[in-house]
Each structure stands twice: as C-alpha cells, then as structure tokens.
C-alpha cells in the first residue's frame, strides 16, 4: 500500500536552509583565501555540526586582517616581526611599530598560568592558559581603541591631524602546543582561541603526554598523520564557526630524538635500529629492568643504557644498506649501480616504507639484513628518531595542504638551514607561507655573526619565505631586565633613579604611560558620567587637582609635542 505522508512545510523549509548553507560554505572554500588548503570533509559535514544559530566572531575580522599583512609581506619579500607580549602594556606599545603580536606558551607557563602555579614550558598548565591571556589582552586592545576614539573626537580637526593614530587591533596569534590531548581537545581549544581573540594559532608535532619547549631535550614526535589529524580537528573548528583563522603548523623535527611511533611510513626513513646482531633479542628496556630488578639506578642504569647504545650502532634503515653495499664484495662499478638505484628508490620525497625498503634491499642482494628498530626503544615505548632539516622538510610537505604557515624549530639561528628548509618545502609547496622563532634560547653573540649580520637576519630570511618572524619571550625578557636594572639602582639612589631611568625617558622618547591616568582611561570614563549625568561631573577623575596637570602637552605649529611642568617650564620636546 502506497504511503500517504507528505512532507510537511516546516520539515522542507527546514531542508531548504541547510542546503542554502551548505552553498554558502562551499563558496566560502572556493575563495582565494583556501586555494591551498585541503580538507578531509565536505561542506555538509561542516554545516551538519552547526547549530541554528549563527554566530560572528570578532576575531574573524583580525584573522583576514592577518591574512592580508602575511600574504603582503610574502609578496614583498619581508616579515611581519613581532615578540611575545605579556600584559596590557606592551600589547599596546608595541601596536605603534609591530603589525603582529605573539602570545606565548612558555610566558604563560612561566607567568600567567590559570592555576597560578608558575613552571616550565612542559604544557602541563591548564589548557585555557593561553586562550584567557589572549582574551586579557585583546581587551586591553579594544578598551584603548575606544579610549582613543573618544579623545580623537574631542579632539579639533587641527589636533587631530597632529596627533598620530594608533591602531591598537594588531593581529594576535597565540601558540596552541600540541592540541593538548586528542582532537576533541584540539577542537575545543581552537573554539576557545576563537571566542577569546586569537587570529592565529599554532600547534606543533610533539606528543602531548611528554612536551617540551622546543630548546630543551628530551623532545617526542607524533606520527605525520597523527598531526596531520590536529591540523584538520583545528580547521574543522574554524569552519564550524566560520572563521578564517590562520593557522600555523610547527614542527619540532630538526632537534626531536624519539617517536612515539612506527605507525607512518612518512617517519620510517628517519627511525634508527640496532645493527649488531650480537644483540638479537636482547632488548635496551630489557637489560634495564633486568638492572633495576636487582636494584640498580641512577648512574648504574644511565652506564647500562650508554654501554647498551655504543654497541647498537643506531643507523636508519637507509644507512645500513648503503654500508652493507660498500662491504659487498664486488667490483666497485657495481656498488655504484647498487647505491645508485637505491638512492633513486629511497628518496626522501618517496616516503620509502620500511617494508617497501626490505622488498628493494633484497633485490639489491641483501635478503638477510640485519636491522632492527625495536631493541633500540626506550622503557616508554619510544622509537629512535633521527632528526633534521629533512625530516622537518618531509613533515612540511605533508603538513603543507592542511595548514596556511610551516615554522621549522631550529637549535640555532642557521642561514644555511633555514634556506635548505625553505627551499625543500617550496619544491613541493611553492606558495607555502614559512614563520622563524627567533628564539631568545639562542646566544646569538655566540652564533658567529657580527652585529650588521644580526641586524641583517630578519630581512634575509624573509626573502627565503619566512614571512612571520617573532621572538618568543622579548617581551619576558624586557620587563625582567627594565625590572632588575631599576630596582637595583632604586635600592641605591632613591627617586633620583626613577626619575632618570623611568620618568625621564618616557618624557623623552614619548611613551603614553608618562601620564598615567590619561593612560589607564581616566578620561574616557569621565566621559562616561558626563553622558550619564547630563554632559557635567562633580566626580571627574581629571577633574581639577589631578596631579597629571603637572604634565601639560602643547603644540607648536612645525607639529612638535612640547611637554612642560605646572610652571610652563619645558620639560621635553619630541615630533610625532
């Protein structure tokens, strides 16, 4: 019997929405914007996660902001440079000659985690550390931008056009670590990064479980694919709520030793094994709990493991066929043809697996290899990886279709490292935007460059590609040695070091929080009761008596800002 139910309107109207929506995002990816990204999903999917409310995020707007300044800059062949910002008060001083800010993990770790639990950058802070410093400081961002609007437009046309306009919205991009946790918790940490501000994120390879900054040891990978899996959860994230965050893939390849696992083949070609067979089924984490069985550890342990590894002889799978070609015992034009075709069969941009290695080193006369990647493990589990541009090169190019920016941690500031990385992504990747960490983890007086060479870096590299460039924790840096070389003379020498070193030079060199008050917004919101209480206040906070009178800016007609005492008595000239 046929049925006789009818699709209800609502059911239909219901259907036509989700299909106009569906469009809609579909446009959206056909855009300049994402013609090089790649996504695992389809548009449907996206709007099917959706709920029916629609939503705007104000961050949107810093992220297409971003986008231009970045894409600008890598058109150019120049960086946006910027450092890791602390509090409101460098976010806004550094808005008048930076067009990025930086928020980073180890300043939040070390500085403002949300348990107020300071430590190292092990990523074992909350996980709404970073998100709510990024949201402290895009408030700060939108409070002195109404600030400055409300005291523009008190402003004549004439003292307008002499005072310099300051952009306080600077895009922020925040540093995401590993994800922290799987990809429901990557999800939910890029939906945090978006509600609170962030324009970019970046999250690096290393396993969540066992992070560390990228300048301490003891670094372990994730598989490619398994970070392959974080880039996609984030722009899933992004695309659920509309947004075009930048997103940033960092890849801790060049320094990292070990590897949770032997999962992808993308990895095999840089995982090392034992090549003694002396040492067939006699396994490292084997011999050590052999040790610590009959109560040995610390250095004992540490001599059993070190005894344990020189004998190995750790080599990857590629290194121990082309040893074993050269002792062949043959004519050395057929090494070279053996070694030749190897080469050609194990590139590094074949992704050779270590089965597929086998296949081939058996036709090239070594059936009976020995090469074995387990005894090698570490009492966690972990293989041994061998780390270098190369392998952060492989990583790029598979990173590269699912992220908008490759940034390769480095030990050092390299130039030859950064072009061999920035040349191997852009051979697969051309239009692939690069970020450098110009890590204060560096002794760059020790890095063998005179001081022009120094000052030349940053435009060097950006015409390799490096198109966002920042140090990590400048801003740690500066307030810890403003803080220390002050306090020190102000032990010693009272007001007179405050006023030299602080009071003196920002006077000087113009720095707003000169005047404090003004600068906190003491005036805007005597702007606010002013409104509330019919355009007069009897409770004005730069009402008469307020002490910032003793600072009193004038103008002179060549447009130099003239700062003078109560007395009239100039106290500083700078021009804006």
């Known amino acids: 019997m046929a049925s006789s139910f009818s699709v209800p309107s609502m059911i239909m109207a219901e259907e036509s929405r989700f299909e106009a929506e569906v469009a809609e995002v579909q446009a959206w990816w056909n855009t300049e914007r994402f013609k090089l990204t790649r996504r695992p999903y389809t548009a ?6 959706r709920g029916t409310l629609r939503q705007s995020y ?21 960086a946006s440079r910027t450092f890791g910002a602390l509090d409101p ?3 806004t001083m550094m808005a008048k000659y930076l067009d990025t800010i930086y928020v980073s993990g180890w300043q939040c770790s070390s500085t403002h985690t949300t348990s107020n639990e300071p430590g190292p950058d092990l990523a074992d802070y ?3 550390t970073v998100p709510n410093k990024v949201e402290h400081l895009f408030f700060a961002q939108q409070f002195h931008d109404r600030k400055q609007r409300e005291a523009r437009m008190s402003m004549s046309r004439e003292e307008r056009a002499r005072t310099p306009y300051v952009d306080y919205f600077k895009p922020i991009i925040a540093d995401g670590d590993t994800g922290f946790g799987g990809a429901t918790a990557t999800v939910k940490l890029c939906k945090l990064f978006v509600e609170r501000g962030a324009a970019g994120v ?3 390879d290393q396993s969540s479980v066992t992070k560390k900054c990228g300048h301490m040891a003891g670094k372990v990978l994730v598989s490619v694919g398994e970070h392959i899996n974080r880039l996609v959860a984030a722009r899933l994230q992004f695309d659920i709520m509309g947004v075009e965050t930048v997103l940033i893939a960092r890849t801790d390849a060049v320094a990292a030793n070990l590897i949770q696992t032997n999962v992808d083949s993308r990895d095999h070609q840089f995982i090392l094994g034992c090549t003694n067979p002396h040492l067939k089924g006699r396994s490292l984490a084997g011999a050590l709990a052999e040790a610590m069985a009959v109560g040995k550890n610390g250095p004992e342990l540490q001599a059993i493991e070190d005894e344990w590894l020189s004998m190995a002889k750790l ?3 590629s290194e121990c066929v082309e040893d074993a070609i050269n002792s062949l015992n043959i004519r050395e034009d057929e090494k070279r043809q053996r070694l030749d075709e190897w080469a050609n069969r194990s590139g590094y941009d074949k992704c050779l697996s270590y089965e597929q290695g086998r296949d081939v080193a058996a036709r090239l006369g070594l059936e009976n290899l020995f090469w074995d990647w387990d005894l090698p493990r570490t009492r966690d589990g972990f293989y041994r990886f061998k780390g270098s541009v190369m392998a952060a090169v492989v990583r790029g190019w598979a990173f590269a279709p699912h992220t908008d920016l490759i940034w390769m941690e480095t030990s050092s500031p390299d130039l030859v490292e950064c072009t061999r990385f920035a040349e191997g992504v852009k051979s697969k990747h051309p239009e692939t935007m690069l970020a450098y960490n110009l890590s204060p983890s560096f002794n760059w007086d020790a890095s063998g460059m005179a001081d022009d060479q120094m000052r030349d870096f940053i435009p060097r590299i950006a015409k390799l590609g490096f198109c966002w460039q920042f140090i990590t924790l400048a801003g740690f840096h500066a307030d810890a040695l403003v803080v220390d070389t002050f306090a020190r003379d102000f032990a ?22 000169l005047a404090h008050q003004r600068w906190s917004g003491a005036s805007y919101y005597d702007k606010v009761l002013k409104t509330v209480q019919g355009g007069i206040t009897s409770t004005a906070a730069m009402g008469k008596g307020v002490t910032e009178e003793q600072f009193q800016e004038t103008w ?7 700062m003078s005492d109560a007395n009239g008595i100039v106290l500083a000239k700078s021009r804006m």
Do not use: C
């Not at 449907?44 to 996660?49: N, P």
């Not at 010693?492 to 929080?513: H, W």
């Open 58 to 78: 104000a961050s949107n707007e810093l992220a297409k902001k971003l986008w231009s300044t970045l894409k600008t800059h890598q058109a150019n062949g120049t």
């Open 315 to 317: 080599k990857t799978f």
């Open 202 to 204: 970046h999250i690096e």
């Open 556 to 562: 002179t007609e060549n447009g130099v800002l003239s």
């Open 89 to 91: 008060v460098q976010v």
């Open 126 to 128: 909350p996980y709404d």
């Open 492 to 513: 010693r020498r009272g007001m007179l070091a405050y006023v030299e070193r602080i009071q003196r030079q920002e006077r000087n060199n113009g720095v707003d929080t």
């Open 44 to 49: 449907r999917d996206v709007v099917s996660l």
